[in-house]
């Protein structure tokens, strides 16, 4: 009997396997060149005996929403991810797309506490049902490793874990720490961390960890927890003592997982958290790195694993790990906080925990489907193609010698864990190994609302100025007829729709559009002489389904070596129109999505001649006898093409 005749949440019976390996951000060209090579030689086995094709990605080509893809069978249209930034129309206000986290609303306020009524809650902000759900309903039994876009992760009967979107214990997506008595260092806030300045007395440091916003005191101040670090006076070396644990590091060394528990309210009010030090340097200055305060998977603070227990057994069977989404902390060495060889030993201590889980699941699978998640191709990747890319304005040659085979290691790790799955494949399994997106350079940024400015799209209030700093700051909305938000979005400045719409709806706004993708087509760098934009979407043609309509209405497709400049993301104003990109975060693929396909690998042969993410979660439930869910628009990849679709 077929599962999908069988009754709901029946014990499945079947010995079909399904062994998926996600690996956010492998490159068909890079795959392909390090296969030639003889670098990896698996994947090369693997594409010899089954097949190898191009995958395509989301429109936009970003993970978040290619990723949700892949989980729903059905494009932004259908899930509602747009980006990793979205806005209220009505406020403006930007938020974080696939999650949403919030402290209790109402409290009874005694003296300086603040005593909450109810609980927080954080809430999913994907729509669409997960494939995992539907084989849960036939009673197909799966695991899911981190896969992004599941946090919370929803309700399911198998495992899962939470992956990219889970934030750090502070409510972040990731907020490290950097403790300095060098007066040269600024102190305050950077992007993705915060500079603490502390003094040396007597060779000793005394300074506070920063924990989760107490919700419990009045104003919701962040809580703190005390930490001292006694400086041996003539080695570079120096002891840390947290809430009873001691320790020693050197100079250049890491500690391990850290436990920390902030006092919320006396007495019964305790969160759990866990953190990694750092020394960068002892003498003549102090220079303590703290890692963003993960939640203990032991005792999490916020769900993040199904059942909720799941993740204090692979702590029980592999050792802590990080739990926050983005685990590798491209903030600290873009702000210079880290260098190239210290960032790389943290990254390496991510892929480290996921490979240590890995050997401790997969060798458990027997039945149904396993999908693991790995990361580190596309973070190490963003940081480091400057260094293997003599084309590149962040091109070093000193630290190309040193670390210009860096992303190659990385490949080269993912290829020892699929050696580890090919030999468990037999006659039952079918095998996907799949990236979300490709990759390319990025040696120039677009900042698409100084370009919307200097073309009269965007007013701004008389008298005031360009901000280069503040999103949407003095912008005259009754003269404003579109703006840029995220990475690839445009939005038409829509009468009804936006707070101060100005532009009706229909033809005027088709018209708008119309001559806005004439233009943003046009445009040209001159000291490259190409161009910087090669295709420019239109929402109602790119998505279907329910909330087509709630994104941006045009998705702008940068060339390769072009992508939006970081300010213009969250819509301001820097002074010039493209300008190189001189941050370490030197790759990317949020671009023209036919420009950076992903990958796509079976030990079957693929029958579909342009698969695509959305064809993913189809596949799947076909692989077990399940017919695609309503609203997912494609099909299995080992399915040939029928009626002029794919």
């Given at each position: 009997m077929l599962p999908s005749c069988r009754s709901e949440r029946a014990e499945w019976q079947g010995q079909q396997r399904v062994i998926i390996l996600g690996i956010d951000g492998m490159d068909p060209q890079l795959l392909r060149q390090f296969m030639r090579e003889g670098k990896m030689p698996n994947f090369a086995k693997l594409a010899a005996d089954g097949d190898f094709r191009e995958l395509t990605t989301s429109i936009p080509p970003q993970s978040p929403v290619a990723w949700s893809n892949l989980i729903t069978g059905m494009n932004a249209g259908g899930h509602g991810i747009f980006d990793f930034i979205h806005r209220d129309p009505k406020t403006l206000e930007l938020y974080f797309s696939a999650s949403k986290v919030e402290g209790p609303r109402h409290a009874i306020h005694l003296g300086n506490w603040a005593i909450p009524l109810g609980g927080g809650s954080a809430e999913q902000l994907r729509k669409g049902e997960a494939f995992w759900q539907i084989l849960d309903r036939h009673g197909i039994p799966n695991t899911i490793f981190r896969i992004p876009s599941n946090f919370p992760p929803v309700s399911a009967q198998g495992e899962t874990l939470s992956g990219m979107g889970t934030p750090d214990l502070r409510g972040t997506y990731g907020t490290f720490s950097f403790y300095t008595d060098d007066p040269a260092t600024a102190a305050g806030a950077v992007e993705g961390g915060q500079i603490i300045p502390v003094q040396v007395q007597n060779s000793r440091v005394v300074a506070n960890l920063i924990g989760p916003d107490n919700t419990f005191k009045r104003g919701a101040p962040p809580a703190t927890e005390s930490f001292t670090v006694s400086l041996d006076p003539l080695e570079a070396a120096a002891k840390i003592s947290v809430q009873g644990h001691d320790f020693v590091l050197r100079e250049g060394e890491w500690s391990g997982w850290t436990p920390v528990q902030f006092q919320l309210i006396p007495f019964f009010g305790n969160v759990k958290g866990m953190c990694r030090f750092y020394l960068k340097q002892a003498h003549p200055r102090f220079q303590l790195y703290v890692s963003p305060i993960n939640m203990d998977p032991a005792d999490p603070a916020l769900p993040i694993s199904t059942p909720s227990n799941y993740s204090q057994l692979l702590t029980d069977e592999a050792g802590e790990f990080h739990t926050q989404g983005i685990a590798e902390d491209t903030k600290a060495l873009s702000d210079g906080m880290l260098d190239d060889n210290e960032y790389l030993q943290q990254a390496r201590t991510v892929?480290?925990?996921?490979?240590?889980?890995?050997?401790?699941?997969?060798?458990?699978?027997?039945?149904?489907?396993?999908?693991?998640?790995?990361?580190?191709?596309?973070?190490?990747?963003?940081?480091?193609?400057?260094?293997?890319?003599?084309?590149?304005?962040?091109?070093?040659?000193?630290?190309?010698?040193?670390?210009?085979?860096?992303?190659?290691?990385?490949?080269?790790?993912?290829?020892?864990?699929?050696?580890?799955?090919?030999?468990?494949?037999?006659?039952?399994?079918?095998?996907?190994?799949?990236?979300?997106?490709?990759?390319?350079?990025?040696?120039?940024?677009?900042?698409?609302?100084?370009?919307?400015?200097?073309?009269?799209?965007?007013?701004?209030?008389?008298?005031?100025?360009?901000?280069?700093?503040?999103?949407?700051?003095?912008?005259?909305?009754?003269?404003?007829?579109?703006?840029?938000?995220?990475?690839?979005?445009?939005?038409?400045?829509?009468?009804?729709?936006?707070?101060?719409?100005?532009?009706?709806?229909?033809?005027?706004?088709?018209?708008?559009?119309?001559?806005?993708?004439?233009?943003?087509?046009?445009?040209?760098?001159?000291?490259?002489?190409?161009?910087?934009?090669?295709?420019?979407?239109?929402?109602?043609?790119?998505?279907?389904?329910?909330?087509?309509?709630?994104?941006?209405?045009?998705?702008?497709?940068?060339?390769?070596?072009?992508?939006?400049?970081?300010?213009?993301?969250?819509?301001?104003?820097?002074?010039?129109?493209?300008?190189?990109?001189?941050?370490?975060?030197?790759?990317?693929?949020?671009?023209?999505?036919?420009?950076?396909?992903?990958?796509?690998?079976?030990?079957?042969?693929?029958?579909?001649?342009?698969?695509?993410?959305?064809?993913?979660?189809?596949?799947?439930?076909?692989?077990?006898?399940i017919a695609k869910a309503q609203g997912m628009i494609g099909q299995s990849v080992f399915q040939r093409a029928t009626n002029g679709s794919r």
């Open positions: 892929l480290a925990e996921h490979r240590r889980i890995f050997d401790a699941e997969f060798p458990k699978f027997n039945r149904g489907l396993f999908f693991f998640y790995f990361s580190s191709l596309d973070l190490n990747s963003h940081m480091f193609w400057r260094l293997m890319d003599a084309k590149h304005p962040e091109y070093d040659a000193a630290l190309a010698a040193q670390n210009g085979s860096a992303i190659e290691g990385f490949y080269r790790q993912i290829d020892q864990v699929l050696g580890e799955v090919l030999p468990k494949v037999d006659s039952h399994t079918t095998l996907l190994v799949l990236s979300d997106h490709g990759f390319a350079p990025y040696y120039r940024s677009f900042n698409l609302n100084t370009w919307l400015l200097n073309n009269g799209y965007i007013r701004l209030k008389d008298g005031a100025i360009a901000d280069s700093d503040e999103p949407l700051t003095n912008v005259d909305w009754s003269q404003t007829r579109a703006y840029g938000i995220g990475l690839n979005g445009l939005y038409i400045n829509l009468r009804g729709r936006e707070k101060n719409g100005v532009v009706e709806p229909g033809t005027a706004a088709d018209a708008l559009m119309n001559e806005i993708h004439g233009k943003l087509l046009a445009v040209k760098d001159a000291k490259a002489n190409l161009p910087v934009i090669t295709r420019v979407d239109f929402a109602s043609e790119a998505y279907q389904g329910p909330y087509a309509r709630s994104g941006p209405d045009m998705l702008v497709g940068y060339n390769r070596g072009y992508r939006a400049g970081w300010k213009t993301i969250l819509g301001s104003f820097p002074p010039d129109e493209l300008e190189d990109n001189t941050n370490p975060w030197s790759g990317d693929h949020c671009m023209d999505y036919t420009l950076v396909p992903g990958v796509l690998l079976s030990n079957r042969k693929i029958d579909a001649t342009t698969p695509a993410l959305t064809d993913i979660a189809p596949t799947i439930l076909s692989e077990f006898g």
